[in-house]
């Protein structure tokens, strides 16, 4: 099975300032890496996600990097704002598409503002 | 509203009980995954249901069990709870894993 290691798991950052998380999977199959947001109280909520055959995407102020050779992947949040304090999950599925999704054990960021 | 309906919002039961959580899945998606938070902590996956049946399995412990009906709405039954069961139990719909999936709101389950 899938095996999904997440770091860091606390990150503090100034506002405005920039914020990188870091996952690495096991699998060289997984094909699909999604990362969530969940806000306190919340439902996880997917936030932006990549797919094996590209190496970077973007939505505005967040952008996800894959290095399929290296088997890591990493969520990069550009001026952050207070209101992107949260704790971010990766996660990576396994074969098939119906194989069970792993998450990482999450990264609780604080952004002060 | 993510589509994904979960009921009740809140449970609160005493230990050695039995409750159901349920869920609806967003219209079309036929898999179903359960998932429990405890506080604090990260989301360990339980089990996976696909058109009714069982397709993958995580951490569950034998006191629970899950089901998925021709409806396609799945219930998880924990039994003989434990004071360490209190957590927020999540149920996610999807088509595909490789698609990514939504999450209901969550079942806060508190044993006393």
């Known amino acids: 099975g899938e095996n999904v290691e997440q770091h860091p798991s606390t990150l503090s950052v100034q506002e405005g300032d920039s914020a990188v998380i870091k996952c690495t999977y096991s699998?060289?199959?997984?094909?699909?890496f999604p990362w969530y947001k969940q806000e306190l109280g919340k439902r996880p909520q997917l936030i932006i996600d990549i797919r094996s055959n590209v190496g970077e995407k973007k939505d505005q102020r967040i952008a996800v990097t894959l290095n399929k050779t290296a088997k890591h992947f990493s969520l990069h949040i550009t001026e952050t704002q207070p209101e992107d304090s949260a704790v971010y999950f990766c996660a990576a599925p396994g074969l098939g598409g119906y194989q069970k999704v792993t998450f990482g054990t999450g990264t609780k960021l604080q952004v002060i503002p | 509203d993510s589509g994904v309906t979960q009921t009740p919002k809140h449970l609160i039961t005493a230990t050695g009980q039995r409750v159901t959580l349920r869920c609806s899945p967003r219209s079309g998606d036929l898999s179903v995954y359960w998932y429990q938070q405890s506080l604090d902590q990260g989301l360990q996956f339980l089990i996976q249901?696909?058109?009714?049946?069982?397709?993958a399995k995580g951490n569950i412990l034998e006191r629970f069990s899950a089901q998925q009906f021709p409806d396609l709405h799945s219930e998880l039954n924990l039994s003989s709870l434990e004071l360490g069961d209190s957590a927020l139990y999540f149920c996610?719909?999807?088509?595909?894993?490789?698609?990514?999936?939504?999450f209901g709101s969550g079942t806060r389950l508190t044993v006393v």
């Open positions: 249901y696909y058109n009714g049946e069982e397709r």
């Open positions: 699998d060289s199959a997984s094909n699909y």
């Open positions: 996610a719909s999807g088509t595909k894993a490789n698609y990514g999936y939504t």
